[in-house]
């Protein structure tokens, strides 16, 4: 496990607050668009939207949902002082949304043809969290 430490005084990792409600219902099987409803900050719920319409064969919605769930992850992490770079951590829980969301959007942006789009989810997610990467991928 990676403890981010890094000697040339880069930026610290980023560690999301917790919002234990949307993962407890989704944990306890509310459906995802339910939760979504209730929690729309919840990055975890699109997450998991994302990835039934993806399973589902439905591309353009995985696309739409891991979308929504990315751009609320960066509004959390922008408020969490991120500056646009640095480690967010996969071993921390609340961080696990957003990075599955990026996940998502890589993964729907090669499926629809946006090569360029899934190289730059795919690389962003691989230097915010080499874990997510090698977990989600």
């Known amino acids: 496990m ?7 005084g880069g930026p610290p990792p980023t560690r999301l607050p917790d919002d234990p409600e949307p993962r407890e219902r989704l944990a306890s099987g509310a459906a995802p668009s339910e939760v979504a409803a209730e929690y729309p900050a919840s990055s975890l719920a699109w997450a998991q939207l ?3 319409a993806f399973e589902n064969g439905d591309v353009v919605a995985s696309y739409a949902y891991a979308r929504t769930g990315y751009h609320r992850g960066l509004d959390a992490l922008r408020r969490s ?6 480690p967010v951590p996969f071993e921390h829980e609340p961080n696990r949304g ?3 969301s990026l996940h998502a959007l ?6 629809i043809g ?7 989810c795919a690389a962003f997610l691989r230097e915010s969290s080499p874990t997510a990467a090698d977990i989600l991928g």
Not at 81 to 86: L, R
Not at 106 to 111: D, G, L, V
């Open 2 to 8: 990676s403890t981010y430490e890094n000697l040339l």
């Open 81 to 86: 002082g991120w500056k646009g770079h640095g």
């Open 106 to 111: 890589a993964r729907a942006a090669q499926a």
């Open 114 to 120: 946006e090569q360029e789009e899934y190289e730059r």
């Open 50 to 52: 994302a990835d039934a």
């Open 98 to 100: 957003f990075l599955r």
